[in-house]
T-cell receptor
Framework: DTAVSQTPKYLVTQMGNDKSIKCEQN?????MYWYKQDSKKFLKIMFS???????INETVPNRFSPKSPDKAHLNLHINSLELGDSAVYFC?????????????FGDGTRLSIL | GENVEQHPSTLSVQEGDSAVIKCTYS??????FPWYKQELGKGPQLIID?????GEKKDQRIAVTLNKTAKHFSLHITETQPEDSAVYFC??????????FGPGTRLSVLP
């Protein structure tokens, strides 16, 4: 059983399109995250949700809109895709939002903008 | 805010040798330091972590040491095997704050 699962694994699309990435965790965790990993492998947090409520928004353009229908799911919708959005996006979860808890990552969604 | 540096950026070792990766952090209030291993096409996987009230932690071939005074912590892998080849990330975090990751170390274990 996959603990944190993301779909799709690959996403290739044209500039200007709108796309969504879905994430689900079956660990019973309260907190979920979205990270962006650029071509140099640098991992940077984008958003964090605790019990369906947004707690971190790290200066991400408002073209990115996360949605958490319940605490086991955190989806990421991206409008008007730009070339610079090409990256690998990782979903993660942790037991609580304290910050000093292990985070469990999914296997990522590789987004390529043509 | 927190800033984490990680060295070296790439590391090649012969199978059976030891590998050491070092991270330094800037925020003296950081109190949790996890290490992650990322294999090709996979997400980062936690391999070991240490909290600020502990100086060293071991798990089989992997160990982490923490020097709070100098604000650095290190990952030690002994008896390296080809399957240890991956990108390793350290992170530092204070309670209530985000994880701040280092830039990663690409470890290659040569057979």
């Amino acid at each position: 059983d996959t603990a944190v699962s993301q779909t799709p694994k690959y996403l290739v699309t044209q500039m200007g399109n709108d796309k969504s990435i879905k994430c689900e965790q079956n660990l019973g965790h309260d907190t979920m995250y979205w990270y962006k990993q650029d071509s140099k492998k640098f991992l940077k947090i984008m958003f964090s949700y605790n019990n369906k409520e947004l707690i971190i928004n790290e200066t991400v353009p408002n073209r990115f809109s996360p949605k958490s229908p319940d605490k086991a799911h955190l989806n990421l919708h991206i409008n008007s895709l730009e070339l610079g959005d090409s990256a690998v996006y990782f979903c993660a979860s942790s037991r609580s939002a304290g910050g000093n808890q292990p985070q469990h990552f999914g296997d990522g969604t590789r987004l390529s903008i043509l | 805010g927190e800033n984490v540096e990680q060295h070296p950026s790439t590391l090649s070792v012969q199978e059976g040798d030891s590998a050491v990766i070092k991270c330094t952090y800037s925020d003296s209030a950081s109190n949790y330091f996890p290490w992650y291993k990322q294999e090709l096409g996979k997400g980062p996987q936690l391999i070991i972590d240490i909290r600020s009230n502990v100086g060293e932690k071991k798990d089989q071939r992997i160990a982490v040491t923490l020097n709070k005074t100098a604000k650095h912590f290190s990952l030690h892998i002994t008896e390296t095997q080809p399957e240890d080849s991956a990108v390793y990330f350290c992170a530092a975090v204070n309670y209530g704050q985000n994880f701040v990751f280092g830039p990663g170390t690409r470890l290659s274990v040569l057979p």
